[in-house]
């Protein structure tokens, strides 16, 4: 058993991607400036309530607002890419957001809820140009690890960003700390125009962008992908506020940050075992198991370190599903709209994460802590069975005209390669 895991899972997909020009910069690159981004929530949330003595039902207004601009704003970004190239895209989005930081610190609430939206529409577009990028630099067989390392170094920025920003705002001030935030960005900005990430693969169409409708990469495939990245996210959001909830509960509150970072550690883990995989593995298979394995994760809320284990199999799943569909996006449209794409991904991730924390809380509020488990892994589950039937369809007609991917290929046939 112990050399079949060998080989397996190994490091040579990693070496392989990582050999490729452009990538290993791309990556550093994209795990600093994705820092400051994972912090603005919680620097926004301690702004809100510390300096213009909100509550918190205030401060979450704000984040929603931010949440709903991002959802909105992703895909015309990722059109403009498409259209006019990574460059411009930055200078107006590193413009907006150097106005939004320099002057929200100053800003009544009233003020600050709709400069929020207008920040969010125009959000440095770091997690869908990388996501993008790597497509670019990466040719098909070897984007499985490129995606997997991609997905670690989300994980790796959020297991940073909030706890800087916390231990920011308690050394400092959230005021001062908003400050700090928005020159990352804008730092984050300047360094993705400096190293100007290939958009389109040296193999792929440069020149004038062809035109191509939305009804032919629209499709229910992409659709399915889209739907199953906003549940697995949802499932994840959910999972954050049940964890909190179930530790507040047990009288346990104090080791929260160290059930998250177990949580974090899984992700990373399974992140890396799936990039070393021989085989893609379908993102509707991903997140099933992931809703399936969250389901039962409150029973194991007597004590911290029995949640911590009950944990490890869905935590393992995380960073997994989302490398999976942000490959399958790359491979399901054409170069010329791989942008949109990748920002209509970002936004389903985003909405995903949006609906999730606050559904378990209200589930946690008229119930038990355990619902929020069950109620966000069983809309995980749900939303997995209604798009089954379009993956059992293409195989169907793929039976008809090519030998049956073997099970556990991607969603699309193009992912299965």
């Avoid at 895909?75 to 413009?95: A, C, E, S, Y």
Wanted: proline letters at 7%; aromatic letters at 6%.
């Amino acid at each position: 058993m112990l050399p079949e895991v060998r080989t397996h899972v190994n490091m040579k997909p990693y070496r392989e991607a990582l050999a490729l020009p452009g990538l290993r910069s791309l990556l550093l690159v994209a795990v600093l400036a994705r820092i400051p981004l994972t912090a603005t929530g919680v620097t926004l949330t301690f702004h809100v309530v510390l300096d213009l003595d909100g509550t918190y039902a205030a401060a979450g207004l704000v984040g929603a607002a931010i949440t709903v601009g991002a959802a909105i704003g992703g895909p015309l970004l990722g059109r403009l890419v498409d259209r006019r190239g990574l460059r411009p895209v930055l200078v107006l989005t590193g413009i907006a957001e150097a106005v939004f930081w320099a002057t929200a610190p100053s800003l009544p609430y009233a003020l600050l809820l709709p400069a929020a939206f207008v920040a969010g529409s125009l959000a440095l577009p770091i997690f869908s140009v990388v996501r993008q990028s790597i497509a670019a630099l990466v040719p098909e067989d070897r984007r499985r690890p490129a995606y997997a390392l991609d997905s670690m170094s989300v994980e790796l920025s959020f297991m940073v960003g909030p706890a800087l920003a916390v231990a920011l705002v308690t050394a400092i001030s959230a005021r001062t700390t908003m400050y700090l935030v928005g020159g990352g960005i804008v730092a984050a900005g300047i360094a993705l125009w400096l190293i100007d990430p290939p958009i389109r693969g040296a193999a792929e169409p440069t020149g004038p962008r062809r035109k191509v409708p939305r009804r032919e990469w629209l499709t229910p495939r992409l659709l399915a992908v889209l739907a199953v990245s906003a549940a697995a996210t949802l499932v994840l959001g959910g999972t954050d506020v049940a964890v909190v909830a179930v530790l507040r509960a047990s009288g346990e509150i104090g080791w929260t940050g160290a059930v998250l970072a177990i949580w974090a550690v899984a992700s990373l883990v399974g992140g890396f075992v799936y990039g070393a995989l021989h085989r893609s593995v379908s993102p509707l298979v991903l997140t099933g198991a992931l809703a399936l394995c969250t389901i039962p994760v409150g029973l194991g809320g007597a004590h911290w370190w029995l949640l911590c284990l009950a944990l490890i199999p869905a935590g393992a799943l995380c960073a997994p599903t989302i490398a999976a569909s942000s490959d399958a996006v790359s491979r399901l449209v054409p170069a010329e709209v791989r942008g949109e794409a990748m920002g209509l991904h970002g936004s389903a991730v985003t909405v995903g994460i949006a609906v999730g924390a606050p559904l378990a809380g209200a589930v946690i509020d008229a119930r038990t802590p355990l619902w929020g488990f069950v109620v966000t892994g069983a809309l995980g589950v749900l939303v997995t069975l209604v798009v089954l039937p379009i993956e059992l369809r293409r195989r169907r007609n793929a039976d008809g005209a090519t030998p049956r991917p073997p099970v556990g290929a991607d969603l699309t046939s193009a992912a299965a390669r």
